[in-house]
C-alpha cells in the first residue's frame, strides 16, 4: 500500500522512541523536563534578597506539594525528602522566632505612641481651656496628628505580623504531619517536656530547677531558683513551641515565658524570652531563658 504524498512519514525508530519515553519511570521523565530550554526567550526567576515573607499562598503552595509527594508513593518518602522537610521546618521556627520578638518590638513602640497619644489629647484640651491662641492651638493638634499616624502604623504591622505568624504556624502544622507520616509516627507524640529541667534566665545568670508535666498540650510544674524564690509554671505546648506564665509564691503572677522544644539526639532543651507583667525599679523587664532536660526521656 502506497503512502499519501501528504501524509507525514513516521520512522520506526521515532516510534520506539515515543514509546520509550512512556515507557520510562516518572522521574527520568521529570528530569528531562526540568531542563532548561536550549532557545526559550523566557527570563530566569530570580529569588529576592531578604527577609522570607509567608502569606496564604505559600501556605497553600507547601500543602500542594506535599500532597503531591504523599500521592507519588512510598518511593518518594526517602531519607532526602525528610532531610529537606526536617530542614525547612528548622528555618520556619526561626523565623517564627525573629517574627515574634520583632512583634514584642512592635509592641513597646505602640505602647509608647499611644502614651504620647494621651499626653498629646490632654495638653491640647488643656490647652484649649487655658485659651491658647488659633496659632498655638494649630500647632499642638498638627503634632498630635503626626503621633496619631505613627499609633496607627504601629498597629497595622502588629496586625500583618500577627497574621503572618498563623499562616507560618499552620505552615509547621502541616510539615510536621508530613514528617510524622513519612516517618512512620503515627502513634502519640513523644513526651518530651514532662520531667526535670535546669533554668537558667538571663540578666543576672539566675539558676534553678523546674520540673514539668505535660498533659496534652496543657504544661504544669513547679520551680525553685536561687534565692529563694519558688513558685509554679502553667502554660501550653503548641506545635513545637511553649507559652507558660510564672506565679512566684510571694509576689504572684511575675512573667510570661516564650520559647520553642529544640531536639539534637539525647540534647533535650527549651528556649526563648521572657517579659515581665510587675515592671518594678532596678529589675529588668525582659530576658532570655533556657532549660536543659535532665535525664532521658521517661525518667
Do not use: C
Not at 503512502?3 to 521515532?14: F, G, K, Y
Not at 518518602?77 to 520578638?101: I, K, N, Y
Amino acid at each position: 500500500m502506497k503512502q499519501s504524498a501528504t501524509e507525514p512519514r513516521v520512522n520506526s525508530n521515532n516510534r520506539s522512541k515515543g514509546l520509550g519515553v512512556r515507557g520510562q519511570g516518572l522521574g527520568s521523565f521529570v528530569g528531562r523536563a526540568a531542563k532548561p530550554m536550549a532557545h526559550s526567550n523566557l527570563l530566569p526567576i530570580r529569588r529576592p534578597v531578604g527577609r522570607a515573607v509567608v502569606g496564604p499562598g505559600a501556605a497553600v503552595f507547601t500543602v500542594l506539594m506535599l500532597g503531591l509527594v504523599a500521592s507519588v508513593g512510598v518511593a518518594f518518602a526517602s531519607s532526602p525528602v525528610v532531610l529537606v522537610l526536617q530542614h525547612d521546618l528548622v528555618v520556619q521556627r526561626g523565623l517564627q522566632d525573629e517574627e515574634l520578638a520583632h512583634l514584642q518590638r512592635v509592641k513597646s513602640k505602640a505602647s509608647e505612641s499611644w502614651t504620647r497619644v494621651r499626653r498629646g489629647a490632654a495638653d491640647f484640651l488643656h490647652a484649649q481651656v487655658q485659651g491658647e491662641t488659633i496659632e498655638s492651638l494649630r500647632r499642638r493638634d498638627e503634632d498630635l496628628r503626626l503621633v496619631e499616624g505613627q499609633l496607627l502604623m504601629d498597629m497595622l504591622e502588629m496586625q500583618q505580623l500577627r497574621q503572618s505568624t498563623i499562616v507560618r504556624e499552620n505552615l509547621m502544622a502541616v510539615t510536621q504531619a508530613e514528617l510524622r507520616r513519612l516517618t512512620g509516627g503515627t502513634g502519640p507524640s513523644r513526651d518530651l517536656i514532662s520531667g526535670a529541667w535546669q533554668l537558667v534566665m538571663e540578666p543576672g545568670g539566675h539558676n534553678g530547677l523546674m520540673t514539668l508535666t505535660l498533659d496534652g498540650t496543657l504544661i504544669q510544674g513547679t520551680y525553685d531558683l536561687d534565692g529563694g524564690w519558688t513558685g509554679s509554671m502553667r502554660g501550653t505546648l503548641v506545635g513545637g513551641r511553649v507559652r507558660m506564665e510564672r506565679i512566684d509564691s510571694q509576689m504572684g503572677f511575675v512573667a510570661i515565658f516564650y520559647g520553642a522544644l529544640r531536639v539534637e539526639g539525647d540534647d533535650v532543651r527549651l528556649e526563648g524570652k521572657w517579659e515581665a507583667t510587675q515592671l518594678a525599679t532596678g529589675m529588668p523587664s525582659a530576658g532570655g531563658w533556657v532549660a536543659q532536660r535532665l535525664g532521658k526521656e521517661g525518667e
